[in-house]
C-alpha cells in the first residue's frame, strides 16, 4: 500500500518544533538573567547627629506693658522722630520716646511748677547761709537744722509737681514695639484711666512646656533648645532653659519648665505657636545614616550596601537618633555606598543599577 503525505500538514508540524524548541531556550535564558533593580545610595561621609526631646507651645513677650492717661486733657498723638509720621502700630519705640502728650492750662496752672523751683532754689541758699554762720559761730545747731529741713521740703514739693507734670505725657518705659494704639481724634479730651498704648520688648520671648517624669534626668538650666516655627520653616531660632521645676504633678505624671528664646531680628513673633528641640546629646564626626532606610530583619536590624552592582545585606548597630536621623556605631564605615531608595524590594546579594 502506497504512503501519502500532506505536504501542509508536514510544513506545521515543522513549525510547531521549531516554536516549541526556541521557547525552551528562551525560558532557559530568562531564568538565567536577574534584572538589576534601580537604587539610589548615599555615600557615607561622617556627619554630625543631635538627640533631643520635642515639646510644643505659644510664646509669649518677657516685657508688656499697657499706658493709660493719668489725668485727663485733650488728647496729641506725637510724631515718631525716625519717620516724621504719628506713631503707629509696629513701630519700634525707645525708652522716654514720647508718644502721647495731654494739654490742660488750668492743671498746669494749679502745679505752679516755677513757684516751687523758685522756692527750692531759695532754701538752698538760706541753708548754705546758715551753714556758714554755724562754721563761724553765728547761728546755731537748731538754725542750721531748720534751714536743711526747709530744702528737704522745698525738694519734695518741688519733686511732687514734676511727677504731676510729667503725667501730661505718655513716654516708653522700655524699648520695644508698639502693638496696640486705640484711636482717638486729636484735640478731644480724654479721661483718666483710658487705654492709650500697648507696648512689648520681644528681643526676648519665653515659653512655658510640660514633658513626662522620664525626661526629668535628660533636661537642666541653660540647656540648649532649638526652635521651629511653623510659619517660618526655613528660620531657626535657639533658647535656652531658663527654670525647671523639681515637682512632678501627681495627676499628669509631667514637670513643668519654662524656655527662652533669642528674637533679636523679631522674626517670631509674640502668640505665635512653635515646635521647641531640646538638645540632650550632640555627636561630632560619626556616621549618620536616614532612620527611614533601615530594615528589620529576625537578626536585627539591616541596610543594603552596594558593592560592584550587587546589594549585600548589612547588619548594622544604631547609636544616636532623632526622628530623621540615626547614628550608626557598628555595621558600616566611610565610603559604603547604601541604598536609601529601592531598598524595599531588595534581597541579599541582588543585582541593582544605581540611578542618580
Not at 528737704?152 to 504731676?164: D, L
Not at 486729636?186 to 520681644?202: A, C, E, P, R
Not at 560592584?308 to 557598628?330: F, H
Request: with cysteine.
Amino acid at each position: 500500500m502506497k504512503s501519502f503525505r500532506n505536504p501542509l500538514f508536514t510544513l506545521l508540524l515543522s513549525g510547531i518544533a521549531v516554536l516549541t524548541i526556541t521557547g525552551c531556550k528562551n525560558q532557559q535564558t530568562d531564568a538565567q538573567t536577574e534584572v538589576a533593580v534601580p537604587v539610589a545610595v548615599l555615600d557615607i561621609r561622617n556627619s554630625s547627629i543631635e538627640e533631643f526631646i520635642e515639646t510644643n507651645g505659644t510664646v509669649y513677650p518677657t516685657r508688656e506693658v499697657e499706658l493709660k492717661s493719668e489725668m485727663s486733657g485733650k488728647y496729641t498723638l506725637q510724631n515718631n522722630p525716625r519717620t516724621g509720621r504719628s506713631w503707629g502700630l509696629g513701630d519700634r519705640v525707645r525708652a522716654g520716646e514720647v508718644i502721647i502728650r495731654f494739654e490742660d492750662e488750668e492743671y498746669v496752672n494749679s502745679i505752679q511748677i516755677e513757684s516751687k523751683k523758685l522756692n527750692l532754689d531759695v532754701s538752698k541758699n538760706e541753708f548754705e547761709k546758715q551753714k556758714s554762720l554755724y562754721d563761724k559761730g553765728g547761728a546755731t545747731l537748731r538754725e542750721l537744722k531748720t534751714a536743711e529741713q526747709s530744702v528737704m521740703n522745698a525738694e519734695y514739693t518741688y519733686t511732687g509737681a514734676q511727677i504731676s507734670l510729667a503725667k501730661m505725657k505718655v513716654s516708653a518705659p522700655f524699648d520695644g514695639v508698639i502693638v496696640d494704639l486705640p484711636f482717638y481724634t486729636q484735640g478731644n479730651k480724654l479721661t483718666t484711666g483710658q487705654s492709650l498704648v500697648k507696648i512689648m520688648d520681644y528681643k526676648k520671648l519665653f515659653m512655658e512646656f510640660q514633658l513626662p517624669e522620664k525626661n526629668l534626668i535628660q533636661v537642666g538650666v541653660n540647656q540648649r533648645v532649638r526652635v521651629l516655627n511653623y510659619a517660618l520653616p526655613d528660620d531657626t531660632l535657639y533658647g535656652v532653659i531658663s527654670q525647671l521645676s523639681p515637682a512632678i504633678s501627681p495627676d499628669t505624671r509631667n514637670f513643668k519648665g519654662t524656655l527662652v528664646i533669642l528674637n533679636d531680628d523679631l522674626k517670631l513673633r509674640p502668640g505665635s505657636y512653635i515646635k521647641a528641640e531640646i538638645i540632650t546629646q550632640r555627636k561630632d564626626s560619626t556616621i549618620v545614616i536616614p532612620k527611614n532606610i533601615i530594615v528589620s530583619r529576625q537578626r536585627g536590624k539591616t541596610v543594603y550596601v552596594v558593592d560592584q552592582n550587587t546589594a549585600n545585606e548589612r547588619v548594622i548597630t544604631t547609636g544616636l537618633e532623632n526622628p530623621d536621623s540615626v547614628e550608626i556605631v557598628k555595621g558600616l564605615q566611610v565610603n559604603d555606598r547604601v541604598v536609601i531608595e529601592g531598598f524595599e524590594t531588595l534581597g541579599n546579594r541582588s543585582k541593582v543599577k544605581i540611578v542618580r
